[in-house]
C-alpha cells in the first residue's frame, strides 16, 4: 500500500516569512495530493490539491509543487500570518481509490511567531 | 461549513458501554468514510462506504461495527473498548469513491475510554 513521510513535524517561522512542508510518497500510482489543515479542536479542511498531470498550482499565498520523478510534493505558504497556525497534513491516494482511500502523512505543527 | 455533521461531538464511555456514533452528510455524496485520530499518529482510514455498500476493510477489529443505512448517513457501533481506542473519530464524505475525489469532514467526536 501506499506510505506517505511528511517533515517537519513542527515548523516555527516568524510572522511574514515563508513556510515550507514537504512530503514523500511510495506509490508511484498515486495521482491525487490534497493537502488539510486542521486549526486546534476542529476539522481537517482542503486547502489545496494537485493531480498528477500538473506540477505545481498556486492559490494566493498558497501554492503546492509535485515532482512525480522524486515522489515528493511540498506545500508553501508566503507572507504568513497568526492564522495560518495550525497542524497540516498532506495525503495522497490514486484514482482507483476503493479501500485504500486517502494515506495521510503525520502532519506538520505550524507556528507562526508574532 | 455544515456539510458534514456528526454527533455527539464529545463521548466518554466505560469499556463495557455500547454506544454509537453518528454522521450525517447534506452535500450529496455517494461515499462516506471513518477515520480515526490519534495523537502523534496520521490519520488511519477505518472504513469506507460507496452507495452505502461497505468497501471491504479487514485491518479494524470487529468492536468497531459500521453501518449505512443511506448515503447520507453512517453510524460507527462501538462496544467493549479498549483504552486505546480513545481518539478523535472523523467522519468524512466524497463526490464519490474515486481517490481523486476532496474529501470533506465533520467536526469529528472525542472518545475517552474509561
Known amino acids: 500500500g501506499e506510505n506517505v513521510e511528511q517533515h517537519p513535524s513542527t515548523l516555527s517561522v516568524q510572522e511574514g516569512d515563508s513556510a515550507v512542508i514537504k512530503c514523500t510518497y511510495s506509490d508511484s500510482a498515486s495521482n491525487y495530493f490534497p493537502w488539510y489543515k486542521q486549526e486546534l479542536g476542529k476539522r481537517p479542511q482542503l486547502i489545496i490539491d494537485i493531480r498528477s498531470n500538473v506540477g505545481e498550482k498556486k492559490d494566493q499565498r498558497i501554492a503546492v509543487t509535485l515532482n512525480k520523478t522524486a515522489k515528493h510534493f511540498s506545500l508553501h505558504i508566503t507572507e504568513t500570518q497568526p492564522e495560518d497556525s495550525a497542524v497540516y497534513f498532506c495525503?495522497?491516494?490514486?484514482?482507483?481509490?476503493?479501500?485504500?482511500?486517502?494515506?495521510f502523512g503525520k502532519g506538520t505543527h505550524l507556528i507562526i511567531q508574532p | 461549513e455544515t456539510g458534514v455533521t456528526q454527533t455527539p461531538r464529545h463521548l466518554v464511555m466505560g469499556m463495557t458501554n455500547k454506544k454509537s456514533l453518528k454522521c450525517e452528510q447534506h452535500l450529496g455524496h455517494n461515499a462516506m468514510y471513518w477515520y480515526k485520530q490519534s495523537a502523534k499518529k496520521p490519520l488511519e482510514l477505518m472504513f469506507v462506504y460507496s452507495l452505502e455498500e461497505r468497501v471491504e476493510n479487514n485491518s479494524v477489529p470487529s468492536r468497531f461495527s459500521p453501518e449505512c443505512p443511506n448515503s447520507s448517513h453512517l453510524f460507527l457501533h462501538l462496544h467493549t473498548l479498549q483504552p486505546e481506542d480513545s481518539a478523535l473519530y472523523l467522519c468524512?464524505?466524497?463526490?464519490?469513491?474515486?481517490?481523486?475525489?476532496?474529501?470533506?469532514f465533520g467536526d469529528g467526536t472525542r472518545l475517552s475510554i474509561l
Open positions: 495525503a495522497a491516494s490514486n484514482s482507483g481509490g476503493g479501500a485504500d482511500g486517502l494515506t
Open positions: 468524512a464524505s466524497s463526490q464519490d469513491i474515486m481517490g481523486d475525489q476532496p474529501q470533506h
